[in-house]
Each structure stands twice: as C-alpha cells, then as structure tokens.
C-alpha cells in the first residue's frame, strides 16, 4: 500500500512539462548561433529550448517565451523567411503550414539567444 502511495504521489508532484509524448515525434536539435552583443553574455547557464517535431506539428517542452522563424535557403545560401510566429510561455504545440515542404531552417530566439537547426517538412 506505501508503494501505491508512494508512486501516486511522485505521479502528482510531476510537472505536466516533464511528460512528453512518447514516440511520436522526433526532437529538433538546435544549436546557439547569436549573443546581441549590447545585453553582454548571460550571467545563468545557457539551455538550450527542447522542442520536437510530428509532421507538421511542432512540440514546446520547455515553459518559455520565444520567436519561431522558419526560413528557405537558395543555392546561393541565400535565406527567405517563410513563417513566423511568438510562442507564449504557456503554448505547447503549433500547428506549421502545409504549404511548405522540404527542407528548412528552424531558428528559435528566446530573450538575447538565438538558436538554429534544421527541419523536414
């Protein structure tokens, strides 16, 4: 009866965050690119934003504010942006269009930090 106890209570204590769908998506690795030189290097840890990808939907496991970039690259590395969008602290989940397809850059910027990394869609 303690261990039924004992795991309930670990269950509740749990943040809802900390539980991320299993095996449904794939996580987007990122990778810190900028520090805006006039707000000086961060004084904390740099973490960098976990987020993971089904399809079209993309999944926020962190609770944080940030801007969500998505860019084309021509032969020429030259980058279009194709979509943007803030995602609130308490967001969870957006839904990217459907009209794009292929390969693009992801670039997320949380406070003075920017990060990119590659997505398939």
Known sequence: MRFILLAVAMFLMTPVHA?????????????????HPEYGHPRTPIEVPQIGQSSYTLYFLDETALTLNIYSEDEDGNETLEYTTSVSATTTEVQLPSSLSGTYIIEVVRDTLCFRGEIEL
Request: net charge negative; glycine share 6%; charged share 20%.
């Open 19 to 35: 539980w991320e769908p299993c095996g449904i998506f794939i996580r987007i690795q990122l990778s810190m690119v900028d520090i």
